[in-house]
């Protein structure tokens, strides 16, 4: 039989964090608009969370349009031929993702990744050129 949680209290940083909490920003805005630093966040989410009073959100990150993936794939074949595809295939998997769904916070890297593996200097500065100038173009 579970015991219920019976009296607590909440002193006044919890209840500061606890009205500021609406799910659409992050720990890390909340805890600089209070003044906090991420520890003390980290401390009062976690007694809110024991006490169940709050849960974790899970947010899913935008993912590159599939769009980016032929213009990468454009660009990386100008640079090493035509095992560009290979290339991003074996890349993305690395990183533990898909070419589908493809997370907007990994493209970036994705394409520095990618650069490394172009043993001419000048191809691998102009793929990079051009991947972001075309992530700019795309918002990624």
Known sequence: ????????????????????LDGKRNLTNIAQGLGM???EMKEAIEKLSILKIVERVRQQAPVVPLEFFDY???????????????LIEDTVADLGKR????????????????????RRKEK???????????????GI
């Open 37 to 39: 630093d991420m520890a």
């Open 99 to 118: 070419v589908s769904g493809f997370p907007v916070p990994l493209a970036a890297e994705l394409v520095d990744l990618l650069a490394r593996q172009i």
């Open 72 to 86: 990468l794939n454009t660009q990386l074949s100008f640079a090493v031929g035509p095992i560009s595809k290979i």
């Open 1 to 20: 039989m579970r015991r219920g949680l019976g009296e607590f209290s909440l002193d006044s940083r919890m209840l500061s964090i606890l009205m500021e």
């Open 124 to 138: 691998g500065i102009t793929f990079r050129q051009n991947m972001v100038k075309k992530m700019k173009e795309m």
